[in-house]
């Protein structure tokens, strides 16, 4: 006993090991539970930037193919630095590089939300103002709008907003930099210091938080979106917008910061934790020593040797035919998750004339659940049935078979553009009962006509008188001269100028608010039964590499994730959304963000890339199948009992050839 204590600790600066072993800092349950709290603020940030997207791209006037590269960009510092953090290993004081990486992360939050308190307030065009000013978006042949313009215009080409997008990238990146030590560096603690029965205890717990964050931070977004993105420089008597107002913009930059201070406190912990702490169960200790020692001796290789290495190591786990299928099946679904996490809220939006706060909601509180329900599941139908690989491969076969035929029929639920006149249907020239209003080219304030037709601005309209209430809000426009007739009459583009209709307030809408639940139930069906997959295919790929290449094996799959899904998962999905826009907003004569959509491309083509990238996944998880049932038709099967080796590894390799496991 006295040895065992004695071994407790490894820092000869000790005087007391029983007094620094009843310290919490020196209890694995309590690593785990800071642990736990510090990936839930971390992958908060990293769902609340997938919440507030369309919001930041609404408030800088990005395009969605801007958007999804900002959204994409924390995994460019991740990419790179992961390779580093493979070989460092248990070399260096693991905790202190956690809390190293979190302080950056809490950095790097602060930088995404700086925009905000750097730049001026939100500009939106047809404010009411004092009369003769057309900033109220009216109907007014003698005014000029030139003031108003340069004013305007001087304040988008300042430094500070310029610098945004710039700024935003940065930030992405260092967060991105900093999440880099925190997962691996922890799993490998964890695994180290806690017992061998409570290990696969505590990576579940690790997992199930890693699954849950970015659902809080979906969460957090539509919480923080519903205050007026000023409502610090603004008195409330002075927010003119609502939330359903498509010029609202939300609060984007309140969430990093209660992000920040999160992971702040999250990070203070691991500054105390030592660098090696006593194993939870000492009469494991010797035998967990004796059977690291190994391990540790093949550390000791230099940093060149590791990188010279790290090709021909990574060549040899690619040329697993099963592990390359089914990492390219993930990579597939990894593509379609990482486009529809950044831009499923902004469809909800557009489809289905919602709210931004609503549609993030929508995402976070009923997807995201069950697809991390999906995923237990799938682990528990796998234990159940103690499926072998061949197993496993035909359960993901199923499972994304089932979500082809989830997930098509979302194709066909939605609505087309609503009228729109002078956009759409496209009438190729200007209203002419408007022609004389001198309408500001960026003029923006959508209006619904009484008889139907939606209309850019009240400008756009004809409308020359406006009620407002006792807070100087608009309530309705009258003489309209656009508005309010049949063929030829006053509301059609070419006809007559007449004394003309009404027009309230906001959007028209799609007329598809109905489709809603529906649509939201089949989303999240399919969310569920994709994730069925997920841990029968991490079995697969653990049970068809080298035992001595599996955390490498690991490694390269999510290398690969990042890669090829990741990072051009969004700027994919941005690239096609931009493509059904029909009119887009301008701003001192240069192109902002879109104002309308074809909704009908818009489906599309969005859902349709869904269809393309689970048909992709399909594929590869047949041509397993396909594989595994010549495989095992070329030779004996093993017995099912038989345990030990691995499967399937490159015929070239005879070293390698499997040895008894099931197939």
């Known amino acids: 006993m006295v040895a065992n204590d004695v071994s407790v600790t490894s820092d000869p600066a000790g005087p007391r090991p029983a007094a620094r072993r009843r310290s919490p800092f020196n209890s694995i349950k309590f690593f785990v539970f800071c642990h736990s709290l510090l990936q839930l603020a971390q992958l908060l940030v990293s769902g609340y930037m997938k919440s507030s997207i369309s919001t930041i791209e609404r408030r800088y006037g990005l395009t969605s193919q801007k958007s999804g590269l900002l959204a994409a960009f924390n995994e460019v510092g991740n990419t790179v630095l992961i390779v580093f953090v493979s070989f460092l290993g248990s070399r260096v004081h693991r905790p202190r590089f956690i809390g190293g990486g979190a302080l950056l992360a809490c950095l790097a939050s602060l930088l995404m939300a700086m925009p905000h308190f750097l730049g001026g307030a939100y500009d939106y065009t047809d404010r009411i103002s004092s009369p003769g000013d057309n900033s109220s978006g009216l109907c007014q042949s003698e005014s000029s709008v030139t003031s108003s313009s340069n004013q305007s215009c001087s304040q988008q080409e300042s430094p500070a907003q310029q610098g945004v997008y710039p700024l935003l990238l940065l930030g992405q990146l260092l967060l991105g930099i900093g999440a880099v030590p925190i997962q691996p560096f922890g799993i490998s603690y964890i695994d180290d210091f806690a017992s061998r029965k409570n290990s696969p205890l505590y990576l579940g717990i690790l997992l199930a938080v890693t699954s849950i964050g970015p659902a809080f931070g979906f969460i957090s977004g539509s919480l923080m979106l519903r205050f007026y993105v000023d409502f610090d420089k603004l008195s409330e008597d002075q927010i003119q917008l609502n939330h359903k107002d498509l010029r609202w913009v939300g609060a984007w930059w309140l969430g990093f910061l209660v992000a920040s ?265 399919t969310s569920f039964i994709a994730s069925f997959s997920q841990t029968p295919s991490y079995m697969m790929i653990l049970r068809t590499v080298p035992p001595e290449d599996k955390s490498f094996a690991v490694g390269v799959q999510y290398m690969l994730f990042r890669v090829l899904a990741f990072m051009p998962g969004p700027v994919l999905y941005g690239s096609i959304i931009d493509t059904t826009c029909i009119l887009w907003g301008k701003k001192c004569g240069k192109a902002t963000s879109c104002q309308y959509y074809d909704l009908d491309r818009f489906r599309q083509r969005f859902l349709g890339l869904q269809v393309v990238f689970v048909c992709g996944a399909l594929l590869c998880f047949l041509l397993t199948v396909v594989f595994l049932r010549r495989r095992r038709a070329g030779r004996q099967e093993p017995p099912p009992g038989s345990k030990g080796g691995y499967e399937l590894v490159n015929d070239s390799s005879k070293e390698k050839e499997a040895t008894g496991i099931k197939t």
């Not at 990894?334 to 809220?345: H, K, Q, R, V």
């Not at 197993?391 to 639920?413: E, H, K, M, N, V």
């Open 261 to 525: 201070c999160l992971i702040f406190l999250a990070a203070l912990p691991y500054l105390f934790f030592p660098r090696n702490m006593p194993k939870e169960d000492a009469e494991e200790d010797v035998e967990s020593k004796a059977d690291s020692k190994e391990p540790q001796t093949c550390q000791e290789t230099s940093l060149l040797h590791f990188l010279k290495s790290f090709p021909r190591i990574a060549v040899r786990t690619l040329r697993s035919p099963v592990y390359l299928l089914v990492v390219l099946a993930q990579v597939n679904l990894a593509a379609l998750l990482s486009g529809l996490a950044t831009f499923m809220a902004k469809f909800i939006e557009r489809q289905f004339s919602q709210t931004v706060s609503f549609s993030t909601m929508m995402i976070g509180g009923v997807c995201i659940p069950l697809a991390v329900l999906g995923t237990v599941l799938g682990g528990v139908l796998m234990r159940r049935l103690g499926l072998s690989v061949s197993g496993a491969s035909r359960l993901c076969t199923a499972a994304i078979l089932l979500c082809l035929f989830s997930s098509t029929p979302l194709l066909l639920l939605g609505c087309s553009t609503q009228k729109v006149a002078g956009v759409f249907p496209p009438s190729g020239g200007s209203l002419s009962c408007s022609a004389d209003c001198r309408c500001p080219q960026d003029a923006f304030n959508p209006v619904c006509g009484s008889d139907g037709v939606e209309f850019r601005s009240p400008c756009h309209a004809g409308c020359t008188d406006v009620m407002t209430d006792n807070n100087n809000k608009a309530t309705n426009y009258t003489l309209c001269r656009c508005v309010g007739g049949g063929p030829g009459g006053p509301g059609s583009p070419g006809g007559p100028v007449g004394p003309g209709g009404s027009a309230s307030p906001g959007t028209c809408g799609s007329g598809c608010s109905g489709l809603l639940l529906p649509f939201v139930a089949l989303l999240g069906l």
